[in-house]
DNA sequence: GAGCACTGC
């Protein structure tokens, strides 16, 4: 195997001569890096103007400072914030506060390894819980945290990874009493964030999980009277909005991880800033006046922003210019190496990578991102097969395929200590990069890419998803070199120049601008606000509005002066995308709830039913045949999940896995399917509507049922017979051949989603009669009327 | 005649 070449001119072969090469190259910034950072740990507050972070400063992966991550040019240097900013951020006018401390990084890490729900909590005493908070980087920065935060309505707080901020400031905001006797919620962007987080908290605190501390995610709550903090996610936080517009409940509402920017967690942002208006008197308090406009009201509410990287000035400009925060984190360091030429073959790079780092380098796992499953099972392949032909005296190598869809037994693989002599590489998705941490990394590989969806949008509200492979930004680049600097220094070897490197997106865009906004539009139409009026930090395009409303419209949400109406507050409190709880509206009048619940609660699960594997696609096939319903793939789903819960209802948990195995269902999915369906129906039973009633033989009342949300997705067979022809839209589409109804001549369908490959296919498809659409098409002119 | 990253109620 050729070598590749990283940086100028060295190989990843000689690791400290490449090192070398890079620190002379970046020497003026390193040698200045070195200077100004302090020599012990401290505490500098400082209320004078500092610009905290400039614009497009990335992340200190390697907080130590030393040789590492910086490039040549001056504005990527990483440095610890100080007083002794860079000439380019003088003058900057922001209310920037220093809180800079060195600390220690701890034992205890979020989010760790939480494939099978466990918490991270250790089993450790009290006391010694209590020692490992004072260690945290964070605890030296205590006081002046509570007094920045008693100070003002809103703390844009930004904490490098380690540093302890979401596990601390809850407990400093409770026990300074700054909190005063309502509950403070912490949003979290991931569920496993939220329950695990909740747990370690508990356990500092001294108590049982559902005492003082709580948790709230969809399906699961552990809390009770005397809970004080609150972790969640910012998905169940928007939905009690619904029901408490001003969160009445809480004091203070602390939104985490804001730097990825969820289309949830810019909406709380958004409301949080017209509470803060209500709850606190109107105004913001500016530097005067601290603590003065809390008196206004007799519930004030306080808002702390905290963020990890980036971002941090532009959420203090969205609150007025607020107090911008800095704590430091510690990493170890990592050094980086880029490729001298670009590489055409990823996969192949990363091949011929791994056995570079493999033969020359100590001991130490290896992590490869990839962009998905496909790369990741021939990458497997080749390594294995090399692995093979290697000298007996080399160490052996274990690979790890990690990706969402890999099945739980397979994915907690990872977690297993590896055998001696042994190095474990693990290939894996953006999996790994944020949802969960691999113990043990030394060596990353990054491909510098990964997949993206993007809606392409189209003004009467169909559209459709393309999955597409592309090139990742500089802060994802910089959260996978971080993987390896968790528990020692490590390296990270990037498969792309660093010309590659400095061309790549500084973030991605906020999802608010990349996805459908009907759901949003439609919760914030319940709390009587218009998602075009509103003030976000990144507006979303006019078209992608545009589109959203004229789905809400298409589906009777709302009327034509743009007002919610019944049906609207109604498909609200459905846990479901709009277009899905207008089918189980429907459904009502049709009489047939419990076959369209079963579908819906199946079409919003995480992952698909049926497994597709390209090898066995044939037996899937065969075996799928004894489920299918001529009407199509909906009530082919009705007949699967019926099956299952015949098996499930008599066989043991091994034999109904074992089944499923035999029919390529994904059990995961029929379990989850089955825990949406109790919500649905609970929340059905809430609005009095009997979900009992069924279609017996009749399922043309489920496909009319399903066809009232899924109007915008219903297409006209063509002339050529093969083809069709989306109703409400321009595109020319084809049924998916995984459908029960490829090859299958029907006049007019509906369809779940359109994926765009090679054609535009309809995938979930069912069959309609032609006068369904006749139907529609009068009852919409009589409401344009 | 097929090729799906991740997350949320």
Redesign the pocket.
């Known amino acids: 195997m050729p070598a590749i070449h990283f940086g100028d001119g060295s190989t990843a072969k000689n690791v400290e001569q490449a090192g070398q090469q890079h620190r002379r190259l970046s020497s003026p910034a390193s040698s200045k890096l070195q200077r100004m950072s302090p020599a012990s740990p401290s505490v500098t507050m400082n209320g004078k103007i500092n610009g905290v972070h400039p614009n497009g400063r990335q992340p200190a992966v390697n907080g130590s400072g030393k040789a590492g991550l910086q490039s040549r040019k001056r504005k990527h240097v990483y440095m610890d914030a100080s007083d002794d900013e860079p000439a380019d951020t003088k003058g900057h006018k922001a209310n920037g506060v220093t809180i800079n401390v060195n600390g220690r990084d701890q034992q205890f890490r979020r989010n760790s390894g939480n494939l099978n729900g466990t918490s991270s909590a250790g089993s450790s005493k009290s006391r010694e819980l209590q020692e490992q908070r004072k260690q945290l980087p964070i605890a030296q920065g205590r006081e002046a945290l509570i007094e920045q935060i008693a100070n003002h309505h809103v703390t844009v707080l930004l904490g490098e990874t380690g540093s302890g901020k979401t596990t601390q400031v809850p407990q400093y905001l409770l026990e300074s009493g700054i909190a005063g006797s309502g509950i403070i919620a912490v949003t ?7 329950t695990s987080l909740a747990a370690r908290v508990a356990a500092e605190q001294g108590t049982t999980l559902g005492g003082l501390v709580g948790y ?5 709550e552990v809390a009770g009277p005397d809970m004080r903090i609150k972790y ?5 936080l ?2 009690e909005l619904l029901s408490d517009p001003l969160l009445t409940r809480y004091s203070v509402v602390v939104v985490d991880e804001a730097h990825e920017r ?3 967690t810019d909406l709380l942002i958004t409301k949080l800033k017209t509470i803060l208006k209500k709850r606190n008197g109107g105004i913001f308090p500016e530097g005067k006046g601290k603590g003065k406009a809390a008196a206004t009201s007799g519930n004030p509410l306080k808002v702390i922003i905290m963020s990890a990287t980036l971002d941090a000035e532009k959420f203090s400009k969205f609150y007025n210019n607020c107090k911008i925060l800095y704590v430091k984190g510690r990493q170890h360091s990592v050094k980086i190496y880029h490729t001298a030429e670009s590489q055409v073959d990823y996969v192949d790079a990363a091949l011929r990578t791994f056995f570079q780092i493999h033969v020359d380098h100590p001991p130490g796992d290896v992590l490869i991102f990839l ?6 099972e021939s990458l497997d392949k080749s390594i294995r097969l090399y692995a093979n032909r290697l000298p007996v005296d080399k160490m052996a190598v274990m690979t790890c395929p ?5 099945p739980p037994a397979q994915q907690a693989k990872i977690f297993q200590s590896t055998p001696t002599n042994t190095r474990k590489c693990i290939l ?4 790994a990069e ?3 941490t691999i113990p043990g990394i030394k060596y990353v590989i990054d491909t510098g890419k ?4 993007l809606h392409l949008a189209h003004d009467t509200g169909s559209g459709f ?1 393309a ?2 492979t592309r090139d990742i930004t500089k802060s994802s680049a910089m959260q996978r070199a971080g993987r390896a600097g968790r528990e020692d220094k490590g390296y990270c070897f990037r498969l792309y120049t660093e010309e590659a490197f400095e061309a790549m997106a500084v973030s991605s865009e906020p ?1 608010i601008r990349r996805t459908s906004l009907t ?1 949003a539009a439609l919760q914030l139409k319940c709390l009587d606000e218009d998602i075009e009026d509103l003030d976000f930090m990144d507006r979303p395009d006019v078209e992608s509005i545009m589109s959203a409303l004229k789905s809400l419209w298409f589906l009777n949400a709302i009327d034509k002066s743009r007002r919610i109406t019944d049906a609207g507050r109604s498909m609200a409190a ?4 709009p277009n899905l709880a207008s089918a189980v509206l429907e459904s009502v009048k049709n009489t047939c709830t419990l076959e369209v619940i079963d579908i819906v609660s199946v079409l ?1 699960s ?3 039913l049926f497994f ?4 066995e ?2 037996a ?2 065969e075996v799928r045949r004894k489920f299918r319903h001529r009407s199509g793939d909906h009530m082919t789903i009705v007949n699967a999940l019926r099956s299952y819960q015949d098996v499930a209802a008599t066989e043991s948990k091994a034999a109904r896995k074992e089944w499923c195995r035999k029919q390529y269902l994904n059990e995961r999915t029929l379990l989850e399917a089955i825990k949406i369906r109790d ?1 649905l129906r609970a929340t059905c039973e809430k609005m009095g509507i009997d979900w009992r009633t069924s279609a017996q033989d009749d399922e043309k009342l489920v496909t009319k049922s399903l066809f009232r949300g899924l109007v915008l997705h219903s297409a006209l067979l063509q002339p050529d017979g ?1 083809t069709f022809k989306q109703v409400y839209g321009r595109s020319v589409i ?1 049924i ?4 029960t109804l ?2 299958q001549k029907v006049p007019a369908i509906i369809y779940d ?1 359109l ?1 765009y ?3 535009i ?1 309809a ?1 979930g498809v069912s069959a309609i009669p032609k006068a369904f659409l006749a139907e529609i098409s009068i009852q919409i002119k009589n409401w344009v009327a």
Request: hydrophobic fraction near 35%; glycine fraction near 4%.
């Open positions: 979290q962007p991931r569920r496993v964030a939220a709230s995610v969809r399906f699961d969640m996610t910012d998905g169940m928007v939905r969820t289309l949830r962009p998905g499953q496909e790369d990741i990690m990706f969402a869809a890999l894996a998705t953006n999996i944020t949802s969960i990964h997949k993206e969806k998803d999955l597409l999802e759901s459905f846990p479901l995308e919003s995480t992952s698909k597709d594997i390209s090898d696609r044939e899937a096939a919500q093969i084809k998916h051949p995984g459908s490829a090859d989603e994926v490959t090679n054609h296919y995938r």
